[in-house]
């Protein structure tokens, strides 16, 4: 099975299925210039990679319907330090709107047995946030505190409606900075 390395970061993702809907979404991304964003690669380790002042983990997020609340498990964390930066890019875009028809966006440190609920980063879509599909959207915490994480914590995603309505999360791919 291949690996797939972010051209940009040399971020690593695999080992891979070459027929599976991520590799195949991951290999349809491009960046402002048309030229693809990940490469096929051999085989350094998988999900984490060096970058300058640290290390990328990056998962594959599902979909999640308006009222559906999705919790996935992104990674144990093998180095401790803190969170620099979280990343969303969604498969398509997304306009924010205000309670009741919103959608809360975390990355939540579930500590070492997984059952944790410190928010290290959050992107709330009823704060007029609105996500640009294919790209970056940033999410913040000014809670320093919280993005200190220890050797065997368990990061995980969450994307849940915010309001009665909630907003479609149409998935897409995580990305985490560790120094």
Do not use: C
Request: aromatic letters at 4%.
């Amino acid at each position: 099975m291949p690996f797939l390395q972010n051209i940009a970061t040399g971020a690593v993702i695999g080992p891979i299925e070459d027929d599976s809907s991520e590799y195949l979404f991951l290999q349809a991304l491009r960046d402002d210039n048309s030229r693809p964003t990940y490469e096929q690669i051999s085989g350094p380790q998988a999900g984490a990679s060096a970058t300058e002042g640290g290390y990328t983990h990056q998962a594959i997020i599902a979909a999640s319907t308006i009222l559906a609340t999705t919790v996935e498990d992104i990674t144990e964390v093998t180095q401790a330090g803190n969170v620099v930066k979280v990343e969303y890019l969604p498969v398509a875009a997304v306009t924010g709107a205000a309670n009741p028809a919103s959608r809360k966006l975390k990355l939540v440190n579930g500590g070492g047995n997984g059952t944790g609920t410190t928010v290290v980063a959050e992107l709330d879509l009823g704060l007029a946030t609105n996500l640009v599909a294919n790209d970056s959207n940033v999410l913040v915490n000014g809670v320093a505190a919280n993005l200190v994480v220890a050797v065997g914590d368990n990061l995980k995603w969450s994307s849940a409606p915010d309001g009665g309505t909630g907003l479609v999360d149409p998935g897409g791919l995580v990305v985490i900075t560790l120094e």
